[in-house]
């Protein structure tokens, strides 16, 4: 089992900047993938970004430019540093690990960017 526990969320005006962060613990050791996903009121779950183990990272074209996925591996911490927020990038954002199949998912945390 992997437990994913996200944090960081809130409140931010247009352009403003956030960092989210998930928190990983169980059985970390063969992790494959981290990734984010967000979903907004009545839309679906979408992929924002991903790192894998050897730190290769990808975006969605909607982010890309603004935000940052990185990881600090001796505390199990994946975060996504998003600059230059648009109130399009309000959802709820979700940490997603996979590992070998099985994928596994956090609570999620909310983002809100308006004025």
């Known amino acids: 089992q992997v437990q994913l526990v996200e944090s960081g969320g809130g409140l931010v005006q247009p352009g403003g900047s956030l960092r989210l962060s998930c928190a990983a613990s169980?059985?970390?050791?063969?992790?494959?993938?981290m990734r984010w996903f967000r979903q907004a009121p009545g839309k679906q779950r979408q992929w924002v970004a991903g790192i894998s183990s050897d730190e290769n990272t990808n975006y969605a074209d909607s982010v890309k430019g603004r935000f940052t996925i990185s990881k600090d591996n001796a505390k199990n911490t994946v975060y996504l540093q998003m600059h230059s927020l648009k109130p399009e990038d309000t959802a709820v954002y979700y940490c997603?690990?996979?590992?070998?199949?099985?994928?596994?998912w956090g609570q999620g945390t909310r983002v809100t960017v308006s004025s």
């Open positions: 997603h690990a996979l590992r070998g199949t099985t994928g596994y």
């Open positions: 169980g059985n970390i050791a063969t992790i494959n993938l």
